[in-house]
């Protein structure tokens, strides 16, 4: 705390300064790894060169000056940009976040190494909550399964199937409202009844999906729970995935409530 009172006191407008991709992420490397074997305790030592690290890449900032947007390529969204430099800008940008968006890369290989999928069939991206993270795998599904959604809007499937998700009964309500959000309405999310164990009902998968076809909808995301908030149910996850796969529609696991308890959520096509 003293050290970034200290650097905060001290702030004056400055650019900010660029370290090599490659360099920082040595450096991010060797200050937040370990070795597989050994937990890392607390240390104070490490925790303030994390710190600088921060400091010494990222930006300066500054009473009047609340960072750098990323601007659009266009010419009339880059002066319109130029008029909202209020936000942070994105983690995801190397140029916005220097030591944010390697320190991402480093926690994804981290947690994939513990996981131990091919390197090449994993990706994470970090948000700063559960319904964000319903949000971007749901919209990934979407945009996947109806690209021309993004462009056009939902009138680019006018008189065609709708877009549906298909959903746990006992599902967290953001997820509902995540539908809402991306233009998947109330009518389009189909409710899956639960079992006695208040997990989805396997026996009632397949034929609520049949019935969800006749009505016009064509669900392309299965969400299921790695922990429903209500009562800590798991959904059959492997048992869906095989629906998924066989239906090619994608499965998602909220899993914000339930990966303390010893399992994690994915999105997977
Ligand atoms: C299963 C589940 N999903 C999503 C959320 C929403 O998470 P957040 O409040 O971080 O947006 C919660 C919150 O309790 C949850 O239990």
């Known amino acids: ?44 030592d490490r925790l303030a060169a994390i710190i600088d690290l921060y400091v010494r890449t990222g930006i300066q900032v500054h009473p009047r000056l609340h960072g750098p947007a990323v601007l659009q390529h266009r010419p009339a969204g880059r002066s319109h940009r130029l008029r909202q430099l209020r936000g942070q800008p994105a983690v995801v940008v190397l140029r916005g976040r220097p030591a944010p968006n390697v320190v991402e890369k480093i926690m994804a290989d981290e947690l994939n190494r513990f996981i131990g999928w091919p390197a090449d069939s994993f990706a994470m991206v970090t948000t700063s909550g559960g319904s964000p993270a319903n949000l971007t795998a749901m919209l990934a599904a979407r945009n996947d399964r109806f690209p021309g959604f993004w462009s056009e809007g939902s009138a680019a499937y006018l008189g065609r199937a709708r877009p549906a998700i298909a959903v746990g009964d006992d599902v967290h309500y ?96």
């Open 174 to 269: 953001s997820v509902s409202r995540t539908a809402g959000v991306m233009g998947i309405g109330e009518a389009q999310i189909v409710r899956l009844p639960l079992n006695a164990a208040q997990q989805i009902d396997m026996d009632a998968v397949r034929p609520a999906l049949d019935a969800a076809e006749r009505r016009g909808l064509r669900v392309f995301c299965l969400v299921a729970s790695a922990g429903t908030t209500s009562v800590g149910a798991f959904d059959p996850i492997d048992r869906l995935a095989e629906v998924a796969r066989e239906r090619d529609i994608w499965l998602h696991v909220d899993g914000a409530h339930g990966v303390p308890a010893g399992r994690w959520g994915s999105a997977v096509p």
């Open 1 to 44: 705390m003293a050290k970034l009172e200290k650097h905060l006191a001290g702030l004056s407008l400055k650019g900010l300064s660029l370290t090599e991709p490659a360099v920082l992420s040595r450096a991010a490397r060797a200050l937040m790894t370990t070795e597989r074997e050994h937990i890392a305790g607390y240390d104070e």
